[in-house]
């Protein structure tokens, strides 16, 4: 796992809970993200898993507890993956709704 998604005694998501960590330990510069209109590739497992292990603790430091829901409603874009794997990490559920 990655040390930064984790503080030392908490308990650590594994591969089969974890997609995305997982994915990240097995290719971390392949790419993760390609837009299926403009094949635009936005970004690499790397990239991606350290947002989510970012937005996971800044949930934390804002003081959402597990079991909270999370709601985004935004038009369709890559922050929906953020959210989605920063939910996932942090024990959170999510809501998701594209206008």
Wanted: proline residues 3%; neutral net charge.
């Amino acid at each position: 796992m990655s040390d930064h998604c984790y503080q030392e005694g908490e308990i650590r998501i594994n591969w089969e809970t974890d997609w995305l960590e997982g994915r990240n330990r097995l290719t971390p510069a392949a790419k993760a993200v390609i837009d299926a209109e403009t094949g635009r590739r936005w970004t690499y497992y790397a990239q991606l898993n350290e947002r989510a292990c970012g937005l996971a603790g800044t949930f934390k430091q804002l003081g959402v507890k597990h079991g909270d829901r999370v709601a985004l409603l935004a038009p369709n874009h890559i922050s929906y993956l953020d959210i989605l794997f920063a939910c996932g990490k942090a024990e959170k559920s999510g809501l998701f709704s594209s206008p």
